[in-house]
């Protein structure tokens, strides 16, 4: 696939910018350069360690909705196991930091090649398979590897976890998840760009019709689904380092399932910045109304979420995307009648 044409199947493949009059991308840059240097100043404006914790649980959230979406949003198979890759990367680093003495930060690389490895062993076969068959066959992996963690408790701890040591630095993991969430929504604009990110909405679109067209179907199936398990184990390993503590209830946890999905189709599957948008306002509103109510958060989100589906059903970016296209279409058809 050449380059024009790898650029206009990007332009008709879905929303995957903000609404026009965000179109210039010196304005582009300018807004993210400038909420990038806020980002950066905050810590040093007295913020408490609560707010520190929280806002590194939004871009730790970012990072892992915006690398699902790689795999999920951009070449359309949807991962329902993908906690598998966050709990292999805690694993690695918790069990190489107590085992053999390794400083922790010396076993981040190794956990994402870990996550890379899973990846390249479960995909060749599991990509294969599409729709929901490929969903459900993840499920079952990361089912699988929570089951192989209880039961090798001599190696894991089991049920028991592992403690290790961490050094407790609220600003520390700040800058780290910053990064990271900054790195991750960098990659998916690039891919967006890129003839690999056009290769991959090919797939989405018509993988038959991709084939057809001479691209590497599983090449770039399992480049996605690499590059967003390496990701993910990476964030996996920084989570558990910052709390100290493993175990399979903790690394393999269903709920994050269940987050990864809610966040992505809030924001807009398969777009480059509904990820972070969706993962931002979910855990902004889920610390607002958990603090007061659990139940509330629940019920309203809930509520809010069917109304989303409904009256936005590619999510806030993609909706206004797809309105913000159709309006300027409009006009050039009415400057056009006008001449």
Same mark, same amino acid.
């Given at each position: 696939?050449?380059?024009?044409?790898?650029?206009?199947?990007?332009?008709?493949?879905?929303?995957?910018?903000?609404?026009?009059?965000?179109?210039?991308?010196?304005?582009?840059?300018?807004?993210?350069?400038?909420?990038?240097?806020?980002?950066?100043?905050?810590?040093?404006?007295?913020?408490?360690?609560?707010?520190?914790?929280?806002?590194?649980?939004?871009?730790?959230?970012?990072?892992?909705?915006?690398?699902?979406?790689?795999?999920?949003?951009?070449?359309?198979?949807?991962?329902?196991?993908?906690?598998?890759?966050?709990?292999?990367?805690?694993?690695?680093?918790?069990?190489?930091?107590?085992?053999?003495?390794?400083?922790?930060?010396?076993?981040?690389?190794?956990?994402?090649?870990?996550?890379?490895?899973?990846?390249?062993? =479960?995909?060749?076969?599991?990509?294969?398979?599409?729709?929901?068959?490929?969903?459900?066959?993840?499920?079952?992996?990361?089912?699988?590897?929570?089951?192989?963690?209880?039961?090798?408790?001599?190696?894991?701890?089991?049920?028991?976890?592992?403690?290790?040591?961490? =050094?407790?630095?609220?600003?520390?993991?700040?800058?780290?998840?910053?990064?990271?969430?900054?790195?991750?929504?960098?990659?998916? =604009?690039?891919?967006?760009?890129?003839?690999?990110?056009?290769?991959?909405?090919?797939?989405?679109?018509?993988?038959?019709?991709?084939?057809?067209?001479?691209?590497?179907?599983?090449?770039?199936?399992?480049?996605?689904?690499?590059?967003?398990?390496?990701?993910?184990?990476?964030?996996?390993?920084?989570?558990?380092?910052?709390?100290?503590?493993?175990?399979?209830?903790?690394?393999?946890?269903?709920?994050?399932?269940?987050?990864?999905?809610?966040?992505?189709?809030?924001?807009?599957?398969?777009?480059?910045?509904?990820?972070?948008?969706?993962?931002?306002?979910?855990?902004?509103?889920?610390?607002?109304?958990?603090?007061?109510?659990?139940?509330?958060?629940?019920?309203?989100?809930?509520?809010?979420?069917?109304?989303?589906?409904?009256?936005?059903?590619?999510?806030?970016?993609?909706?206004?995307?797809?309105?913000?296209?159709?309006?300027?279409?409009?006009?050039?058809?009415?400057?056009?009648?006008?001449?």
């Amino acid at each position: 696939m050449d380059g024009r044409a790898a650029e206009r199947l990007s332009a008709a493949s879905g929303p995957g910018t903000l609404p026009t009059r965000f179109a210039d991308p010196r304005l582009r840059a300018g807004l993210f350069a400038a909420g990038l240097a806020a980002l950066l100043a905050a810590p040093l404006f007295g913020l408490n360690n609560s707010a520190l914790l929280l806002l590194s649980t939004v871009f730790m959230w970012v990072g892992l909705t915006s690398s699902w979406n790689i795999i999920s949003g951009f070449t359309g198979y949807v991962d329902f196991g993908h906690g598998a890759f966050f709990g292999i990367g805690g694993y690695t680093a918790g069990l190489l930091v107590t085992k053999s003495g390794m400083s922790f930060w010396t076993t981040v690389p190794i956990a994402m090649l870990f996550g890379f490895l899973f990846a390249l062993v =479960v995909g060749y076969p599991l990509l294969r398979l599409r729709g929901v068959y490929f969903s459900i066959a993840m499920l079952g992996a990361f089912m699988a590897m929570r089951e192989l963690a209880l039961v090798f408790r001599d190696f894991t701890g089991g049920s028991g976890g592992v403690i290790f040591k961490s =050094v407790i630095d609220r600003g520390l993991f700040y800058y780290v998840f910053l990064g990271i969430a900054v790195a991750v929504v960098l990659l998916t =604009v690039w891919l967006r760009r890129s003839q690999l990110g056009a290769s991959m909405l090919a797939v989405r679109e018509n993988e038959v019709g991709a084939e057809a067209r001479g691209i590497n179907t599983t090449l770039v199936k399992m480049t996605a689904f690499c590059m967003s398990g390496a990701i993910t184990a990476l964030i996996g390993s920084l989570w558990a380092y910052q709390t100290a503590f493993i175990d399979p209830s903790i690394m393999f946890r269903d709920i994050l399932l269940i987050n990864l999905a809610l966040m992505v189709t809030l924001g807009g599957l398969g777009t480059v910045w509904g990820p972070a948008l969706g993962a931002t306002v979910f855990i902004l509103l889920r610390e607002t109304l958990w603090g007061t109510d659990g139940e509330d958060f629940l019920v309203f989100f809930g509520i809010a979420l069917v109304i989303v589906v409904l009256l936005l059903p590619k999510g806030i970016v993609g909706t206004l995307a797809d309105r913000a296209t159709a309006g300027r279409r409009k006009r050039e058809r009415e400057a056009g009648e006008g001449r």
